[in-house]
Every structure is written in structure tokens, then in C-alpha cells.
């Protein structure tokens, strides 16, 4: 796998979401200014409907009250006068809109001063008709005339309303067209956002797809590579096994051939020497004291040569291992480990126990004789225990009270002693485990065998 890659693709995935990630909270943002611009334009198109409602409204007054005069100058009738009263109290709320909607620049100031003075001059002409049908005199020419004054004053206020309306509905559709534009505007931005964040998404699909795919591939590559190393580390303890257990079986062959020739060759020499020089001693006893005594002295040296092989010969492979049995020579190296370090070293073994396989019988017996020089060298115990029990597993335990040993001690690199101890136990399909005793001080050193 490149290594440019992988450490290139999360800042391509941050940028890419990033990138979408701006994208949606500008489509957002373009979406509320939108929302800002209906708000104002709807405000705007309901302040204009407004604005031709009271142009109307002031029409449809208007029309009321110059109704109302003309029926009253025919009939006299001042009932027909309420309407007029009635417009002219409505008028004053029409007004109030109109300078309101002037105010917010709905409509033009000059437009909204020359309707309110067309109402104002509409109003005084119809009040003079009424003052002139009042006074009971006859209606000459002129006043006639001055009666339709108002309509001119009438047309004209209509006009001016009309041009007023005209405007609003110019504004309506100017409106309209904004809004449409800014929609449209808004249309594109969304649809040109979405389109470039579902690119970008699919593009950070197909990244993170090529990336899990390169990811899985190099997983597997070294799925195969650890299965490689542990077949090959499998197969080499294999070997290193078998190269151990033919090294353990070279050695205790070789050790039993040094002793058999130690036993056999170099203890008949040194039987031979002893019986011809006790011979000669005897003859020279009276004759020459002072070779006698160097030849005593000799024989000494000799006895002691003796006991040192045979101490060689039972470290090397006990004859009695073949010949006593695992138990007596258990008994025999514990009671040599009493005599040659002063330490009290008590066994408990099986009585009349049946003398385990050959191979066993070794590997028992070097535990016991590692062990017990392990103590020697390093616990400075004051008391030492070896227990043996036989059932369908054979079972050693050698106990010290000493100063005890490291937990971790079967995984440092130098513990030959403990490891050729473990080892030996592996090849007979063992047990072999180093603890401290339930009372905390000390080293146990357990051995286990299966026996069937
Ligand atoms: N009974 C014990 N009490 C205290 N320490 C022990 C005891 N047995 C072993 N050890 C410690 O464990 C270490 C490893 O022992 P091991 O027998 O494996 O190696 P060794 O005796 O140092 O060397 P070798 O056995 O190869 O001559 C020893 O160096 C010693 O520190
Ligand atoms: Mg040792």
C-alpha cells in the first residue's frame, strides 16, 4: 500500500466535506434572505392594496355624499342629508389612512395633498347647495351651475384617484416581478448548491468506498503475512523442539557412556592402583616407614579420587537409577544436598512405588538434582522438602523457604536451569510450573507427568 495515499485521503475527505458542508450553510442562508425579501414584499404589496382601497374608499364617499345633496336638492327631504353626514365622519378615517399611507411613502406626498384638497373643496360645494336649497329660494341659472361646480371638483378628484391606483397597480406588478426575479435567483443558487454537494457527496462515496476497499486489501495482505509468520514460527518450534529433544537425549546418552566408562575403565584403574599399591605399602611397612607413609598418604588421595567419581558418575546418571529406582535415588541426592550444604532437606515419596519409564525416571531425577543446586546457589533457605505422589500422573513438588523468586522468571532470556526443566516436562506431554508457596516465602517447583 502507498503511504502517500492514506495519509492524503482524510484531508481530501475534509475538504470535500467541508466543501458540503459550506455549501448547505450557504443554501441555508440564501434561503432565509429569500424568506427576508417575501416578508418585505408582501408588507409592500399589502401596504399598495391598501393604498387602492382607501383611493376607492374616498370614491365610493365621495359618491355617497354628492348622492345624498342631489336627492335632498330634489326632495328637500332632509333625511336624504344623513348620508352626506355619515361620509363626512368616514372621512375623516380615509383621511387618516391616507396621510398613514403618505407616511410609510405609499403614496406620493403631492398626490395624497391634492386629493385630500379635492375632498376638502368637493365637501364646501355640496355644503353651499345645501345652504342655498336651506334658504327656500328659488334656484336661479347660476346657481344651478355652481350646484355641478362639485362635479368638476368631482372628475377631478377621480382622476387624481384614478392616476393614484394606476400607480399601485404599477407597483403591484413591479412587486411581483421582483419577487419572481429574486425567486428565480433563489431557484438556481439551490439547485446549483444541491447539484455541486451531490456531486461532492458522491465523490466522497467513491472515495471512502476506493479507501475501505485499499484498507481491506492491505488487512488482508497481512492476514497472509501473519499467517505466514505464524506457520513459520509453528514449523521452526517445531524443529527447535525436536533439536531440543535430540540434544536432551544426545546429552543423557553421552552423560550415560562417560559414566559407564568412568564406572567401568576408569574404576577398575583405580582399583588396580589401590590393590598394587596396598601390596607394595605392606611389603615396605617395616623397612622403610617414611615410603610407607607416603604411600598411605597416596592411597588416601586415591580413596577420595574413588569417591569423587563415583559422585561424578551418579551426577552424571545415578547407576542406581536402573538398578534402586527413581525413589532411592531421590532419597540419595536429597541426603548428599544435606551433607554437602548443611540444610535439613526432608522427602515424602511413595512407598514400593513401580520404577517409571526409562525416560521419565531422567527427566524426574534432573529436575530434582536442578532444583536442589538452584537452591544451593541462589535461596538461602533454611529448609528444603521434596514430595512425590504416583497415580495415573507422577507428581514432584520441591519446596524451599528461601528468599523466593522473581513471577516472571520463565520469561527472562537466561534461566537455562529452569527452562531445560520446563522443557523436559513438554516433551513428555507435562507439567512444569515455578510459584511461591501458600505461605509467601520461598519457591515451589512443580513437575507433572502423565504415567498413561
Ligand atoms: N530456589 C530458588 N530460590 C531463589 N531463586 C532461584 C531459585 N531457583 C532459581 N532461582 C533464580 O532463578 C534464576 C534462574 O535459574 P536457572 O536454574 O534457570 O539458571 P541458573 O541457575 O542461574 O543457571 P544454570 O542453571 O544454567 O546454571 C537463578 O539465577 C536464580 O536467580
Ligand atoms: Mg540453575
Not at 166 to 193: C, K, M, P, W
Not at 305 to 316: A, C, Q
Not at 364 to 383: C, D, G
Request: net charge negative.
Amino acid at each position: 500500500m502507498n503511504p502517500q495515499q492514506t495519509s492524503d485521503t482524510p484531508l481530501r475527505f475534509s475538504i470535500v466535506l467541508t466543501a458540503c458542508i459550506a455549501l448547505a450553510v450557504f443554501n441555508t442562508l440564501s434561503v432565509w434572505l429569500n424568506l427576508d425579501d417575501l416578508e418585505d414584499s408582501n408588507l409592500e404589496t399589502s401596504l399598495t392594496w391598501d393604498a387602492i382601497n382607501v383611493a376607492n374608499l374616498i370614491l365610493i364617499n365621495m359618491v355617497d355624499a354628492e348622492t345624498a345633496v342631489r336627492g335632498y336638492l330634489i326632495s328637500s327631504n332632509e333625511s336624504f342629508l344623513e348620508p352626506l353626514e355619515r361620509s363626512r365622519a368616514e372621512s375623516t378615517f380615509i383621511r387618516s389612512e391616507l396621510i398613514r399611507l403618505r407616511d410609510q411613502g405609499i403614496i406620493a406626498a403631492d398626490n395624497t395633498s391634492s386629493i385630500l384638497e379635492s375632498v376638502d373643496r368637493e365637501y364646501q360645494a355640496l355644503d353651499e347647495l345645501v345652504q342655498v336649497v336651506n334658504s327656500d329660494q328659488m334656484l336661479d341659472s347660476a346657481e344651478v351651475s355652481r350646484a355641478f361646480a362639485g362635479k368638476v371638483v368631482m372628475d377631478e378628484l377621480r382622476a387624481r384617484i384614478d392616476r393614484v391606483q394606476e400607480r399601485q397597480h404599477g407597483r403591484l406588478s413591479e412587486i411581483n416581478e421582483r419577487t419572481y426575479d429574486s425567486f428565480q435567483i433563489a431557484a438556481y443558487v439551490g439547485v446549483g448548491t444541491g447539484a455541486i454537494t451531490t456531486l461532492g457527496l458522491l465523490l466522497f462515496y467513491f472515495d471512502l468506498r476506493r479507501n475501505i476497499e485499499r484498507r481491506t486489501a492491505a488487512e488482508a495482505e497481512l492476514k497472509a503475512a501473519n499467517a505466514t509468520l505464524e506457520s513459520a514460527v509453528v514449523k521452526r518450534t517445531e524443529q527447535l523442539t525436536r533439536l531440543s529433544r535430540h540434544l536432551i537425549q544426545l546429552s543423557e546418552k553421552e552423560k550415560a557412556t562417560l559414566a559407564s566408562e568412568l564406572h567401568d575403565e576408569f574404576g577398575a584403574n583405580l582399583t588396580a592402583i589401590n590393590l598394587d599399591v596396598s601390596v607394595v605399602a605392606a611389603k615396605i611397612k617395616d623397612s622403610q616407614p617414611q615410603l610407607y607413609d607416603r604411600l598411605q598418604r597416596a592411597l588416601g588421595v586415591l580413596r577420595e579420587s574413588v569417591d569423587l567419581k563415583r559422585r561424578i558418575i551418579h551426577g552424571l546418571r545415578p547407576s542406581m537409577l536402573d538398578s534402586l529406582g527413581l525413589a532411592a535415588v531421590i532419597e540419595m541426592i536429597s541426603e548428599e544436598f544435606t551433607e554437602r550444604t548443611g540444610i535439613p532437606c526432608r522427602t515424602a515419596l511413595p512407598e514400593n512405588m513401580a520404577q517409571p519409564p526409562d525416560d521419565i525416571a531422567i527427566a524426574i531425577f534432573r529436575v530434582v538434582q536442578e532444583s536442589l543446586n538452584n537452591i544451593a546457589k541462589y535461596a538461602q533457605a533454611s529448609n528444603v522438602s521434596i514430595t512425590m505422589t504416583q497415580g495415573d500422573w507422577l507428581r514432584l513438588t520441591i519446596t524451599d523457604d528461601g528468599v523466593g523468586i522473581p513471577a516472571d522468571i520463565m520469561n527472562r532470556p537466561v534461566t537455562h536451569g529452569l527452562l531445560g526443566m520446563q522443557e523436559r516436562m513438554k516433551q513428555l506431554q507435562g507439567i512444569f510450573k515455578v510459584d511461591t508457596p501458600a505461605g509467601g516465602r520461598g519457591t515451589i517447583v512443580r513437575a507433572e507427568v502423565p504415567l498413561i
